[in-house]
Nanobody, 121 residues
Framework: QVQLVESGGGLVQPGGSLRLSCAAS????????MGWYRQAPGKQRELVAS???????NYADSVKGRFTIARDNAKNTVYLQMNSLKPEDTAVYYC???????????????WGQGTLVTVSS
């Protein structure tokens, strides 16, 4: 069983910063891509940023230049540094990982429970 546990959400004023963390634990042989998604009220879940095991990154246009994704492969942890936050960044942020539990099992997609980010004055 693999679990993703997120932390770092909260309330921040417009223009402020937050750093989200997501740690994977359990039966893990390897982790390919990791990423952050978000879902605002009444909207579909969308990709915010992703990062491969080799460090290649991909960002949604709406967050380019403001958010930075990084990972620590030794700790099976992915981070999302969010700067210059806007009210429209308000959402529940979900961590996602493509995990191979063992050498003999296929990769599977795992989701965290979500952490709420509220940007408001």
């Amino acid at each position: 069983q693999v679990q993703l546990v997120e932390s770092g959400g909260g309330l921040v004023q417009p223009g402020g910063s937050l750093r989200l963390s997501c740690a994977a634990s359990g039966s893990i042989f390897s982790i390919n891509a990791m990423g952050w998604y978000r879902q605002a009220p009444g909207k579909q879940r969308e990709l915010v940023a992703s990062i491969t095991s080799g460090g290649s990154t991909n960002y949604a246009d709406s967050v380019k230049g403001r958010f930075t994704i990084a990972r620590d492969n030794a700790k099976n942890t992915v981070y999302l540094q969010m700067n210059s936050l806007k009210p429209e960044d308000t959402a529940v942020y979900y961590c996602n990982a493509d995990v191979r539990p063992s050498l003999y099992l296929r990769n599977r997609e795992v989701w965290g429970q979500g952490t709420l980010v509220t940007v408001s004055s």
